[in-house]
């Protein structure tokens, strides 16, 4: 029997783009491939959407729904998330935005890279040959993503190409090795923390290359408060004060 592959989307606002993300998920045709959606109380009713995809799902249990009271970050929705998906009895657990820049037709050859080789975690790069970022994105911003990877690199030594990369497809071992419940980093660098752990475990991490869409519809969630906690995460990782 095919493993069982959850995509876990977390969602706060994203009632255009949801129906269009899952729409392209159940087209790719992917056995035993299962969504999980984490909405934190959206006031513009994706939650509702999402209901309303899962009743009218091809196959029963394709699409499933986590209802949260409150938005407390995107760590915190992950976790969340996940733990619902390992506790479904996921192999392989895929990250990925609901807001349309994660390429879908990638996830294929992310979950044949970790499942065909001893990687713990395969990350859809943005920087790597044949990868990336949005091309309506201006200079400053591809810039600073930049800087953002190589700064993570610099301090914590990853030595992965897209450090900052929030599309991911998990081996469920990997997710447990890492004891993703006392994770504290919420935001953005939620995602650095995880692959942090990784490498410490002496896990390998692998990456295939993606080209990274502009959202589609919605506001980015980036804010000051999610750039300033990124800024400081990798040293606290670092010197252990996580």
Do not use: C
């Amino acid at each position: 029997m095919a493993p069982k592959i959850t995509v876990v989307v977390p969602t706060y606002n994203e009632r255009d783009n949801l129906p269009v993300l899952v729409g392209r998920l159940r087209e790719l045709g992917v056995a035993n491939l299962h969504v999980l959606v984490v909405d934190d109380n959206s006031p513009d009713g994706t939650g509702d959407v999402a209901d309303g995809l899962a009743a009218e799902g091809p196959t029963e249990g394709d699409l499933g729904v986590l209802h949260r009271t409150e938005k407390d970050g995107l760590g915190r929705a992950y976790i969340a998330g996940i733990g619902r998906a390992l506790d479904e009895g996921a192999d392989v657990v895929i990250q990925m935005d609901a807001d349309l820049s994660h390429p879908t037709d990638r996830i294929p050859a992310m979950v044949d890279k970790l499942l065909t080789t001893d990687a713990g975690v395969v990350l859809g790069s943005r920087y790597v040959e044949g990868g990336r970022t949005a091309a309506e994105w201006p200079w400053h911003r591809k810039a600073l993503s930049a800087w953002a990877n190589f700064y993570v690199n610099a301090i914590l030594r990853l030595k992965v190409k897209d450090a900052t990369a929030g599309f991911k497809a998990w081996r469920a071992s990997t997710l447990r090795a890492i004891d993703l419940p006392t994770i504290r980093s919420n935001g953005y660098s939620f995602q650095v923390e995880m692959n942090y752990r990784t490498v410490k475990k002496g896990l390998r991490i692998l990456e295939v290359p993606i080209v990274f869409e502009e959202r589609a519809e919605g506001a980015s969630k980036m804010t000051l408060a999610v750039q300033l906690e990124s800024a400081i995460t990798p040293w606290k990782l670092l010197f252990g004060r996580m």
